[in-house]
RNA sequence: GGAGGAGUGGCCGAGUGGCUUAAGGCGGCGGUCUUGAAAACCGUUGAACGCAAGUUCCGUGGGUUCAAAUCCUACCUCCUCCGCCA
């Protein structure tokens, strides 16, 4: 959510900075509601103070006799009253319903862009390797050495599902083991298991409610919702919360599987792991002084890639544009790994911060050191991998001839020191 | 799922319609004393909105009343017991 009062001084400015996301955003109603939102919480008040005042002097009043005249007005004024904070609660619930569907304003270092062809490739990392022979694509190496089975996935629960045996699923577990070591051992996270399912408030304070509802499943009992990412638990882990300055940074890390309907996707990537409606992923998430926010996204990013760089998988960074950033970002890297089955770059994590967007919807604050006013944190977040995309890049990138596949040397202590998987 | 009980400030906890501007304690911060510390003592200590006066917040939403932390109601969460269960 942006700031109400900066929207107000400067709203000019947000709306050209906002145009340059390029979908139409109307904030037309937004000075009418918010005038109109002052006026009434103004009027409301002045009664309201009169009304406090009068009752404590009945109150006072040992003859209530003497009081009849102020009783009957301020039943009146009461009645006033409730009027006008009815009223008062419709325009807020417009101006909220209004602001929570406005994206967040981009990072001035943003590249402005329309579209994904915009995005600037910021470096590249690794060689592309040359094989010797036409290299396959993931789904038919996983196939072949009978460790991903999307058939048998299509009967257990339908389309964009897998079931992966063996060397497959232990290697997708080492995945998870791994990155988890790396970035509590090496990078100074904290591990959190978070639930999977959470309720309304915790999916609108990152963003994904009210606008986004159609991307997620919903259990149908009770209203909660599977999480798309590890992100939305935990950045919520400390909603309605005031932070101490010297417990910032805060930075966790957790496994979770993710859930995402894909609507609108149809058609596209319906082969191999790319694009399954669930996928496990290690997320990374901080919360940070707003000063420090930049410094931070730059350590997040250069945390996931250690990962890939580990792995020895090639890849190259981006970084989107206005077009191409998320609903609450304000700036994101997408770190895309080489698959040479396919001959292409695909995402594989995205590092993005959200300013104090989601800080300011889900009520995180910080209190510095000696100062009375809490302030709002930057909250930060990437994948520290996608799990399922990796494993995929591992097939992909270290298929052999006779169709096996290397393990990479650092998977091996959590492979019982396999050295290839073999069909 | 059934039967009871409970949700009050950072924490514990008093408060059963107006004298609550939420007692008291703990913790935090500042001070006095001290070579320094501890102890003791004194003071201070929530958030949101509003230019301000001021208003709102005692789990959440409704309701009763001139007046609600307090009464009614629905919901949520936690605890105890029973049942079921990894």
């Known amino acids: ?14 709306e050209k900075a906002l145009a340059t996301r390029g979908d139409a955003i109307d904030l037309s109603g937004f000075s009418v509601l918010d005038q109109r939102r002052r ?58 319903e209004l602001l929570m ?47 991903l089975d999307f058939e048998r996935g299509g009967k257990l629960s339908g389309a964009r599902f897998c079931v992966y045996f063996g060397a497959g699923a232990r290697l997708e577990r080492a995945l998870i083991n791994f990155m988890l070591d790396l970035h509590t051992g090496e990078h100074g996270y904290t591990e959190t298991l978070p639930p999977f399912l959470v309720n309304r408030a915790s999916m609108t304070g990152t963003g994904q409610l009210p606008k986004f509802e159609n991307d997620l499943f919903h259990t149908e009992d009770v209203d909660l919702f599977l999480i798309p990412t590890a992100e939305v638990p935990v950045t919520n882990i400390h909603r309605d919360e005031i932070l101490a300055e010297k417990d910032l940074p805060l930075c966790y890390t957790a496994y979770t599987p993710c859930f995402r309907k894909e609507a609108g996707s149809h058609g596209r990537d319906t082969r191999g792991l790319i694009r399954q409606h669930q996928f496990n992923k290690v997320e990374l998430v901080k919360f940070v002084r707003p000063e420090d926010s930049d410094v931070e996204l730059e350590k997040l990013l250069s945390n996931a890639e250690k990962v890939l760089q580990l792995l020895k998988l090639p890849y190259r960074v981006v970084d989107l544009c206005t077009g191409d950033i998320g609903f609450s970002a304000a700036r994101t890297f997408d770190i895309e790994v080489w698959l040479p089955g396919q001959e292409c ?39 520290g991998l996608a799990v399922g995309r990796t494993l995929l890049a591992i097939l992909e990138n270290y298929q052999q001839e006779d169709g096996s596949v290397l393990v990479p040397e650092v998977l091996k202590p959590y492979m019982g020191e396999l050295e290839k998987i073999k069909g």
């Open 39 to 96: 006026e009434l919480l103004s009027e409301g008040e002045t009664l309201k103070a009169e009304k406090n005042k009068v009752s404590a002097l009945i109150g006072k009043t040992k003859d209530k006799s003497q009081v009849q005249g102020e009783i009957a007005r301020m039943k009146e004024v009461s009645a006033q009253i409730k009027g006008l904070d009815e009223q008062l609660r419709e325009v807020e619930e417009q101006l909220s």
């Open 1 to 14: 959510m942006l700031d109400i009062k900066y929207l107000r001084e400067n709203f000019a400015a947000a």
């Open 101 to 147: 569907g406005v994206p967040n304003i981009p990072h001035e270092k943003t590249p402005v862009g329309a579209s994904e062809d915009d995005n600037v490739e910021i470096r590249t990392w690794g060689e592309k390797g040359s094989f010797g022979f036409k290299p396959k694509a993931h789904w038919d190496i996983g196939e072949d050495l009978g460790i």
């Open 345 to 383: 770059f695909r995402e594989i994590s995205s590092c993005s911060t959200f300013g104090d967007f989601q800080a300011r919807r889900a009520s995180i604050r910080f209190r510095r050191e000696g100062a009375k006013k809490p302030e709002l944190v930057h909250t930060l977040n990437g994948s």
